[in-house]
């Protein structure tokens, strides 16, 4: 099988990037992509790593972006990472990402909250701080149990330490994929908590600013929604893709390959994926 939705530490994840190919490669997967969010810092030690022999990898990217009312994600896969509006742009969003942390950590701070930028960077000063980093201090300094009491409780929209990224649009998340090169799909869908007539509508727009595929495998979908996204691939001539959104340590329940125990991506869409690009 395949998996081509995964994170490193070059983002949120936990495994440095040559751990996570060599994690897909004991998995036995035919093909993988690592997708951090708004960096691709993590793609050049897998390149370079001189282990990419009996796997498939796709360079690829997690961007996060807002549509009306609520955050998505948007998928990119084949990018040139070396494209410079690319980088220019990913500059960008990581400087808008540092001050709105600072920002965070000093309303931790004003409360009492012993919140620091060391410890979210954990000795990595390269990877791309998120919320999930501050859930992890939080539990660490005992204020939290778990992750999701994290967000529910300081982080989560709406809380009162949570501060939104600066905007980005998705259709400038779409463009910005296209004009590197590449093929944007929309990450899980099912996670924005959408009906499905909006859910349907939001696929029309982001087609409209050339969205590529649909994630239609993932950890949290259902056999339902499964049927339901390829039905809409089929519908609207998009590309189906998927991946187990693996985050190591971070999102321990969710394993490379296999999700949560029963996830299957078909290899066929890693070459439909590649014979398009």
Known sequence: MI???????ASDGTLKPTEVLRAAKQKGLY??????????GGIPPILYSGELT??????GIELSCEAEKHEIHILGYNIDICDQKLLETLEGLRRGRRQR???????????????????LLHGNEETVITRAHFARVLIEEGYCASKDQAFKKYVGDGCKYYIPKPYFAPGDAVRLIKDAGGTAVLAHPFQYHLSNADLEELIRELISYGLGGIE?????????QIVKLRQWCRKYGMLAT????????NK???????????????DHLYDELKNLL
Do not use: C, Q, W
């Open 3 to 9: 998996d081509l939705h995964l994170h490193s530490d």
């Open 31 to 40: 093909a993988f992509a690592l997708t951090d969010h708004d960096t691709v």
């Open 54 to 59: 009996d796997i498939h990898f796709m360079p």
């Open 101 to 119: 942390n600072l920002s965070m950590i000093e309303k931790f701070r004003e409360d009492g909250i012993p919140m620091t930028l060391e410890k």
């Open 216 to 224: 239609v495998y993932h950890s949290s979908h259902h056999h339902g």
């Open 242 to 249: 998927g991946g187990s959104d693996f985050h190591g340590s």
């Open 252 to 266: 321990p329940d969710i394993e490379i390959g296999t999700g949560r125990g029963n996830l299957k991506v078909p």
